[in-house]
Structure formats: structure tokens, C-alpha cells
């Protein structure tokens, strides 16, 4: 299939015309909403270029952590990981536990809000 | 006052499908000619209002500045008139100007509520308030040249502001007022979290984690429950009015405390633990003086940790307002991709919590 213009650019179009024509045009909340949308397909873009990378390195850590699930999807994975936080079998002090979560958490918050301040404090 | 980009300034505190307001009080005209009505009635014969402008927007409510003849007045007002609180948690306008006029009282600085609405009235609940002069907007406070001052001294006005508040008899007060202290909210938080049915990782362990180390509870007292920038206003010499205590309820005073050092109401500066422009032990010198209770900032983590977490789920309230297909705003598809910081924010709390 082709791929010119590809998913991105198109996305990346539809943001320069928010930008450059329609929002300029706008006025009151919807001057606000302009640049929510704005920085939506931001967000989009960087979860376009990330998630490739980031969902994969988030699932191995899962069957690292949870040991033989290797048919499960990563949701479902998610959904183990969550039932043994909740039954007390895994605490802060599981090894790993902590470590997974904040790499995962880093991921999804530099797809979803790159600048913000607890990001930084994480990687410091 | 004013919506903040990015942040809303209201949110619904029950699940969005529980909360649709009907508006009762359609017609402009006929809010205008009840503005009008109000208007020389409160101020007297001569007085006639000249111009009315809409403060707030959203589903918030309605903040209206009035003026005419010389006078100025702000109007806070159900949204489209209407007399239902907006959440389970809110406590609707009637009890919230008899607080505001409490407060008044023990010495918090708030805006003087001279005129409760009535039927005879004819524009739905609310109240009228005086014009307090000063800037609500964080940015600006946090930022802005004219607010250093201020910013050097406003944690200490804080730590005063809650003390006073803190210290009122609650014997007195409406009964319309909640019990929710820690324990409750987490279960509170919890049964909203667990009906999405979307399992997240670092909530789960929040939850376990603040169960496993909840602190004694204190004496119940009234809390304000929305005790950051936003809700209060500033000038260059400080706090001049703590304003929206619709979500005020009885509860322990470390939850205020607490919630205005959530990272979230540090608006970009974290190394400012109080609301980005100060430091903990500024306000807590100035409330445990004024209170006499010796309260430490080691007690205020694990309520910051539950704070972070109420504004995650918030935030996940927010979004099911848009996948539900209740509001198919942009805005509140958006805030579903806010709920990664409060976790990035509750991982950096264990973190130290455990180091």
C-alpha cells in the first residue's frame, strides 16, 4: 500500500492548518479548544514514532516480572500485574516492580505530556 | 477565576452520566430582566445595572461581574440557574455563601457575600459577593515580575488562611457539610477508579500502598477541599480571598495542606513544594503557631501521594465524559492523556517513600 503522504504527515498537515489558518481565525473558548486540538495531534505524532519502540520494551519487562504468561497480550498482562498488586503479592519491595513501572509510566508520559515538571524529577 | 488552558477549572466529582444539569432558566431576557431587578433592589432605587459579563465558561459555575451607577458586584450562580449541586461532593450556593460568610468571621480573607438569592429573585441559586480586585490565573502568579513579593510570603499566608479556617467552630455550620476523611476517600476513589474496569498498574499500588500506611486520623475539622492557585486570590502583597468552597466538607486539615503540594498545582515549578511558590516549612510554622497543633511535613506525603491519585482519577472521570459520548469536546478527550502524570508523579512518591 502507499504511503506518501504517510499517516504522519497527513497528521502533521491537519495541525499546520489548526495553526496556521484556522485557529488564528477563531475567537473566545473555541480559540482554547484550537489548541487543545493543536496539542492532541502532537501527542498523536509522538505516539506514531514512540509506541513501536516503548510497547515492546513495556511487554518484556511484563513476562520478565510475571514469569510464564508469554500467550498473553500486553493488556491482559496489565491486568495480571494489577490483580497481584491488588492480592498483596506485589509490593513496592517486589524486585523490579518499581523499576518496570516508572520506565512504563516515563514512556507513556513522553508521548503524552513531554514537558511536564514530574517527568524531569523521574529522570533526574 | 477564569479557566486555565489545560487545566479545567471544575470538575464533577460524581460520574459524569450522574451529573447532567438541565438548565431551568433558558431565556436570556428573562435573566436579564431578573439582573436587572436584583440589581436595583440590593443597591437601591438609582442604581440601575449597566453591564453583566459572563467570568467563567464550562460546566463550572457561572461566575457573572456586574456594574452600573458606580457599583460592581460578582454574581456566582448555578449554571443555567439551576438549584442542584453539580456533584455528590459539591454542596450547593445556599450552603456555600452561609461558609464563605463563616470564614468571613474566623478572619479568613474572602469576598464579602451580602445577598443570597431567593425565589423572590427569580434567577435560580447563587449569590452576590463583593469585587475582590487581584489575579486567580497560576501562570501570572508564578511567574509574572509584579507577584515576587507576594510569592515570598504567600506560603506564610496560606499556612494563616488554612489555620483560620481549620479553627472553625463546626458545631455552627451548614448541614449540608460531608464527613470524608482519608480512609473514605480512598474507598470513595477507589469504587470510580475500579467501575472503568481499566486496570492501571500504578494506581493499584497507590491504593495498596496508602491502605498499608494510612496515618491515625486528627480531629475532623472544616476543610476546604480545593485549597490551591486557581481558587485563590492574589495581588503583589499576597492572599487577598480564598474563593470556591463548593467542595468543602469536615475532615482532617492535613488533606489541605496536602493538596495544595500536589505536584499537579505546582503548575511547572516542582522544586516550590506549596503550589510552586514556596516551602513547606513556611506554612507549616505559620499554621501550627496559629493552631497549636504541631503538624510535620513528613505527615503531609502520604496525603499528597492520595491527592495525586483523587487527580488521576479526576482526570479518568474527565475522559469517561468523552468516551461515554456525554461530551465529545476535544478538551476532555485530552485530559485521558493527563492522567500519565499524576502516575509519574505517584512513582516518584514511592520512590522516596522507599529509598
Known sequence: MHDQPSVAELVQAVKNFIDETAGPNLTGHATFHARVASNVLSTVLRDLEQRPQSEPAERARLLDLLGDEADQSTAALNETLSARIKAGEMTPETPGLLSHLKATTIAQVEIDQPRYSGLKTAKS | ?355
Open chain 2, 1 to 355: 477565576m477564569v479557566p486555565q488552558p489545560g487545566l479545567p477549572h471544575r470538575y464533577s466529582l460524581a460520574l459524569p452520566s450522574l451529573t447532567l444539569i438541565v438548565a431551568k432558566m433558558g431565556s436570556k431576557s428573562e435573566f436579564e430582566t431578573g439582573l436587572q431587578a436584583l440589581f436595583t433592589r440590593v443597591f437601591g432605587q438609582g442604581h440601575s445595572l449597566a453591564t453583566f459579563k459572563r467570568l467563567s465558561g464550562g460546566a463550572s459555575q457561572e461566575t457573572w461581574a456586574l456594574a452600573g451607577s458606580g457599583k460592581s458586584t460578582i454574581l456566582r450562580r448555578a449554571p443555567g440557574g439551576g438549584s442542584e449541586a453539580r456533584s455528590s461532593a459539591a454542596i450547593g450556593l445556599p450552603a456555600e455563601a452561609k461558609l464563605i460568610q463563616a470564614a468571613a468571621k474566623a478572619g479568613v480573607p474572602v469576598p464579602d457575600v451580602f445577598h443570597v438569592l431567593d425565589d423572590k429573585d427569580g434567577i435560580g441559586d447563587g449569590f452576590l459577593m463583593s469585587h475582590v480586585l487581584g489575579e486567580t490565573i497560576a501562570r501570572p502568579i508564578l511567574r509574572n515580575h509584579e507577584f515576587e513579593t507576594a510569592r515570598s510570603i504567600l506560603s506564610g499566608h496560606c499556612g494563616l488562611a488554612l489555620s483560620a479556617i481549620h479553627s472553625i467552630p463546626t458545631q455552627a455550620l451548614p448541614p449540608e457539610l460531608q464527613v470524608s476523611d482519608g480512609l473514605s476517600q480512598i474507598e470513595k476513589y477507589e469504587t470510580i477508579y475500579r467501575a472503568f474496569n481499566a486496570p492501571r498498574p500504578v494506581f493499584e499500588l497507590t491504593l495498596q500502598w496508602l491502605k498499608a500506611n494510612a496515618p491515625a486520623p486528627r480531629l475532623n475539622v472544616l476543610v476546604h477541599g480545593d485549597f490551591r492557585l486557581g481558587n485563590l486570590m492574589v495581588d503583589e502583597t499576597g492572599l487577598v480571598a480564598v474563593l470556591d468552597w463548593e467542595l468543602a466538607h469536615l475532615g482532617d486539615p492535613r488533606e489541605d495542606i496536602a493538596w495544595l503540594c500536589v505536584n499537579s498545582w505546582r503548575f511547572g515549578q516542582s522544586q516550590n513544594r506549596v503550589g510552586g511558590f514556596g516551602q513547606l516549612d513556611d506554612l507549616l510554622t505559620a499554621y501550627n503557631q496559629h493552631t497549636g497543633s504541631a503538624i510535620t511535613a513528613g505527615e503531609i506525603d502520604w496525603w499528597e501521594m492520595l491527592g495525586s491519585l483523587k487527580w488521576g482519577i479526576m482526570c479518568m472521570i474527565m475522559y469517561e465524559a468523552f468516551r461515554s459520548g456525554a461530551d465529545a469536546s476535544v478538551e476532555r478527550a485530552a485530559i485521558g492523556r493527563r492522567v500519565s502524570e499524576t502516575e509519574i508523579d505517584l512513582i516518584n512518591l514511592l520512590e522516596i517513600a522507599h529509598a
